[in-house]
Every structure is written in structure tokens, then in C-alpha cells.
């Protein structure tokens, strides 16, 4: 396993919309699953998708560490088959956007179906934080990040503050 970097806004790449993984789950695919964990955990964070490394297929890993203990969940070519109209705020922040917390509105439980590590297909109802969670991320694999849910200003406030923390931080250490 290996601690990738993590891509940082305003990082083109960070736009780009994923590819859905093709034919089966490989040992290819659970190394790269392998290296995302690692990464997301030592960040860290709760979620992570594999463009958020560079790597743009449709792959994400998420610990919402329950209990305090780890409870690793992947999945591959997720879709959202179902949400109900409800929505609930809650203030996301993102690796890709570090240090900036801001309320998003999304419904507030959905149905996820995706391949797991093993490559086995499971469907999955997600309520509170996971279903949270799992639109974040597959947000990514769109391209989509939580600051484009915000004004048009507010965005702009947020690239400029981590740009700003980037320059700091590279000064700093110069
Ligand atoms: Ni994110």
C-alpha cells in the first residue's frame, strides 16, 4: 500500500468526469482500493474517490468509522437508483478542499447499488451520514465538487481561502 497525494482545487483534473470500470473486479483495481484507504485514512478523511488521486475511474473507499473502529466500505461503478424527496443540510468539507466547511442540502436517504472489493454486485439503502457520504463522493466521479453546491461567491471565497492556505504553507516552508 502506498499514501498517494491528494488532488487540491482549483486542480483541473478535479473536473473531469470518471470511466466506469470495465469487465471485473481485479487485483489491479483492490491495490489501487488498497492505496485510497491508506491515503483517506491518513489525511483523514471519510471518503475518498480515485480522481481525488488522479486516477479517474469510477472508484470510491469510505470509513465512517462507527464505533471508533474500522469499517472500511469500496465501491466500484456505484449508482444512485433511488432517493426520496426529503433533504437534510449538513456542513461537508472535502479532501480536495481542505479546511473549508460549508452546508449542502441532499436528500436525505437513497439506494446505492455497486460492485464491493470483491466485485460482487450489493444494493444498499443509505440514511444519514452514508447517504451523505456516498452523493459526495459519487459528486466526484461527475466532477461535481460540494463547493459547486454553493454560490457562485461563496465558491470563489473558498477556492481563494485554499489557495491562499497553499501559498502560506509553501512559503512556510521555504
Ligand atoms: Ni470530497
Known amino acids: 500500500m502506498a499514501i498517494r ?3 487540491i482545487v482549483p486542480d483541473p483534473r478535479l473536473k473531469q468526469v470518471s470511466r466506469p470500470v470495465e469487465g ?10 488498497d492505496d485510497m484507504l491508506e491515503t483517506m485514512y491518513e489525511a483523514p478523511g471519510i471518503g475518498l474517490a480515485a ?13 465512517l468509522q462507527e464505533n471508533d473502529e474500522k469499517n472500511p ?15 437534510q443540510p449538513y456542513e461537508e468539507g472535502c479532501l480536495s478542499v481542505p479546511d ?13 447499488r455497486y460492485l464491493d472489493y470483491q466485485g460482487e454486485p450489493v ?7 452514508f447517504a451523505i457520504c456516498i452523493q459526495h463522493e459519487m459528486d466526484h466521479l461527475e466532477g461535481t465538487l460540494f463547493i459547486d453546491h ?23 516552508a521555504a
Open 5 to 7: 497525494d491528494i488532488l
Open 73 to 87: 466500505r469500496y465501491f466500484v461503478n456505484p449508482e444512485i437508483i433511488d432517493t426520496i424527496e426529503d433533504t
Open 150 to 172: 454553493l454560490s457562485r461567491l461563496k465558491r470563489q471565497r473558498a477556492i481563494d481561502k485554499v489557495r491562499k492556505a497553499k501559498r502560506l504553507k509553501a512559503a512556510n
Open 24 to 33: 471485473p473486479v481485479t487485483d489491479e483495481h483492490r491495490a489501487l482500493m
Open 123 to 129: 444494493e444498499e439503502r443509505a440514511e444519514d451520514l
Open 100 to 112: 473549508i466547511f460549508e452546508e449542502v442540502e441532499r436528500p436525505a436517504e437513497c439506494t446505492v
Open 51 to 63: 480522481i481525488q488521486i488522479g486516477v479517474p475511474l469510477r472508484i470510491i473507499v469510505m470509513d
